[in-house]
Structures are given as structure tokens and as C-alpha cells.
């Protein structure tokens, strides 16, 4: 976890507490959206990771209207749904102080150290389970 936020860090200059929030966020996501099987690959391959999506989880939905709309929408299945929380997403990480470039960092770093420890096939897996996903992260 630590790299990972390093990386983070390094690529937007956030800060170390809002780099493993945004990871925590982003980990929730997957572990909510996306197959089962990569994902708690992912997850077991990164230390700390299941402690910070349940950090994220305790810190509240936020989101602001974004977080409320996508929050009532992800209830709803498939492509509906995942676009739904992918809204919300955004919200909670805008909420932390994120920007849409420094959002789009942060993802692109958790799927490339992702693709290093699980390997790019399984995270593939995870991109093409979300919709939407996979072509925000140019990994389609």
C-alpha cells in the first residue's frame, strides 16, 4: 500500500491521508462492481488494501448531490448501476479535495501497480467488468 500511495502521491501531490482514502475509494468500487475473482486478487496482493476500503466505507458516503444521485441510482443493475456508482465515485473523490485530472491519476495508478501485481490480464478482467470503465482508463 505504501508504494502505491507514494506513487500517488508523486503523480498528483496530494497528500499521503487523502492519496489512501482515494485508494480505499477506488478499491470499495471494484470490490462493489466489478468480478469477483480479480478483485480479491487485487486486493489480496496489496497490503492493507481490505483495511482501506473499510476506512472509505466509515468515512461516510459524501459525495455532495453527485454522491446523493449516483448513491440512489446504484441500486439499479448492471451498466445502470455501475455508471450510477461510478457518479458517486467522482463525488466522494471531489469531496477529498480531487480534481477530475488528479481523479483520472489516481485510477490510472491503482490499475497500472494493479497490473503489476495481479498482472494486466486480471485487471483487464476488472476494467471490462465495470462499464465504463475500461475505456475512462484507456484500458479497453
Same mark, same amino acid.
Given at each position: 500500500?505504501?508504494?502505491?500511495?507514494?506513487?500517488?502521491?508523486? &503523480?498528483? +501531490?496530494?497528500?499521503? %491521508?487523502?492519496?489512501?482514502? @482515494?485508494? *480505499?475509494?477506488? =478499491? $470499495?468500487?471494484?470490490?462493489?462492481? #466489478?468480478?469477483?475473482?480479480?478483485?480479491?486478487?487485487?486486493?489480496?496482493?496489496?497490503?492493507?488494501?481490505?483495511?482501506?476500503?473499510?476506512?472509505? &466505507?466509515? +468515512?461516510?458516503?459524501? %459525495?455532495?448531490?453527485?454522491? @446523493?444521485? *449516483?448513491?440512489? =441510482? $446504484?441500486?439499479?443493475?448492471?451498466? #445502470?448501476?455501475?455508471?450510477?456508482?461510478?457518479?458517486?465515485?467522482?463525488?466522494?473523490?471531489?469531496?477529498?479535495?480531487?480534481?477530475?485530472?488528479?481523479?483520472?491519476?489516481?485510477?490510472?495508478?491503482?490499475?497500472?501497480?494493479?497490473?503489476?501485481?495481479?498482472?494486466?490480464?486480471?485487471?483487464?478482467?476488472?476494467?471490462?467488468?465495470?462499464?465504463?470503465?475500461?475505456?475512462?482508463?484507456?484500458?479497453?
Amino acid at each position: 500500500m505504501e508504494e502505491l500511495i507514494q506513487r500517488i502521491v508523486a &503523480a498528483t +501531490g496530494i497528500d499521503e %491521508g487523502v492519496a489512501r482514502q @482515494a485508494i *480505499g475509494l477506488i =478499491l $470499495g468500487f471494484m470490490k462493489k462492481h #466489478a468480478p469477483e475473482g480479480p478483485v480479491g486478487d487485487l486486493l489480496n496482493s496489496i497490503p492493507g488494501g481490505e483495511e482501506a476500503v473499510a476506512e472509505s &466505507a466509515e +468515512g461516510g458516503s459524501g %459525495g455532495g448531490l453527485m454522491g @446523493a444521485l *449516483g448513491g440512489m =441510482l $446504484g441500486g439499479l443493475g448492471g451498466a #445502470a448501476g455501475a455508471g450510477a456508482g461510478m457518479m458517486a465515485l467522482a463525488g466522494q473523490l471531489k469531496d477529498k479535495g480531487l480534481d477530475m485530472d488528479q481523479i483520472k491519476s489516481v485510477g490510472m495508478q491503482v490499475f497500472q501497480y494493479g497490473g503489476e501485481q495481479i498482472g494486466p490480464d486480471r485487471m483487464r478482467e476488472i476494467a471490462q467488468g465495470i462499464p465504463g470503465v475500461g475505456q475512462m482508463m484507456g484500458k479497453a
